[in-house]
């Protein structure tokens, strides 16, 4: 008994910490909307269960639990925000490397508002208006990420270790343009019928 309460206990101190370690860095807080039915379903609670596609966003580690006979995974999600104005869309795949406990993904996250109206031309140097001087554009942020994941044998359960290369991109139509470089690592641990994951985001900050 007691060492089933240390283990709720220290099960909750790590959820506790969690917590306070998830911060949001990034404006609008696109890479926290998550990707995947599945993950959004349980509330993005999938750090240690994410074993598809979408592990590529979730935890890299989890692309090496997928099976040996899946030659080739793909995922795409698009969803509206704010009565369709801002639109999110998600395209991952992943597949194996020469040798099977390894595999690569890649993702690609969209978020973004189209069809913006520029009306800094709308008048002439007359003062009149003229609206078909009036042009749009798309004001959005963009996120690519490189996933590489194995699995490594244990005496003991399932290892599999996974990263992350993270490029972030910002456009508003012409006005600014703007990149960022990251890094993710993750692990999953499973061992009768026990799950354990941990996801380090932005390990060396995202600048």
């Given at each position: 008994?007691?060492?089933?309460?240390?283990?709720?206990?220290?099960?909750?101190?790590?959820?506790?910490?969690?917590?306070?370690?998830?911060?949001?860095?990034?404006?609008?807080?696109?890479?926290?909307?998550?990707?995947?039915?599945?993950?959004?379903?349980?509330?993005?609670?999938?750090?240690?269960?994410?074993?598809?596609?979408?592990?590529?966003?979730?935890?890299?580690?989890?692309?090496?639990?997928?099976?040996?006979?899946?030659?080739?995974?793909?995922?795409?999600?698009?969803?509206?925000?704010?009565?369709?104005?801002?639109?999110?869309?998600?395209?991952?795949?992943?597949?194996?490397?020469?040798?099977?406990?390894?595999?690569?993904?890649?993702?690609?996250?969209?978020?973004?508002?189209?069809?913006?109206?520029?009306?800094?031309?709308?008048?002439?140097?007359?003062?009149?208006?003229?609206?078909?001087?009036?042009?749009?554009?798309?004001?959005a942020d963009?996120?690519?990420?490189?996933?590489?994941?194995?699995?490594?044998?244990?005496?003991?359960?399932?290892?599999?270790?996974?990263?992350?290369?993270?490029?972030?991109?910002?456009r508003i139509?012409?006005?600014?343009?703007?990149?960022?470089?990251?890094?993710?690592?993750?692990?999953?641990?499973?061992?009768?019928?026990?799950?354990?994951?941990?996801?380090?985001?932005?390990?060396?900050?995202?600048?």
């Open positions: 008994m007691n060492r089933t309460l240390r283990l709720i206990g220290l099960m909750y101190l790590a959820a506790t910490v969690t917590t306070g370690l998830q911060a949001q860095k990034y404006s609008n807080e696109f890479l926290s909307i998550g990707v995947g039915a599945r993950a959004q379903a349980l509330g993005g609670a999938v750090i240690a269960s994410a074993e598809d596609v979408t592990a590529g966003v979730w935890n890299p580690a989890g692309l090496a639990n997928l099976s040996e006979s899946e030659s080739l995974q793909v995922g795409a999600m698009h969803s509206e925000w704010f009565a369709g104005i801002g639109k999110f869309d998600y395209l991952g795949i992943t597949l194996p490397l020469s040798n099977k406990q390894r595999r690569l993904g890649l993702s690609v996250i969209r978020f973004g508002i189209d069809e913006i109206p520029n009306t800094l031309s709308l008048y002439e140097s007359d003062g009149s208006i003229n609206f078909d001087n009036i042009v749009e554009f798309s004001a963009y996120a690519f990420l490189l996933s590489y994941a194995q699995q490594l044998k244990t005496q003991k359960g399932r290892l599999q270790l996974g990263g992350n290369i993270k490029v972030v991109h910002r139509g012409p006005f600014a343009t703007s990149w960022g470089f990251g890094l993710d690592a993750g692990l999953q641990y499973r061992n009768n019928g026990w799950q354990f994951g941990i996801l380090a985001k932005d390990i060396t900050t995202t600048f």
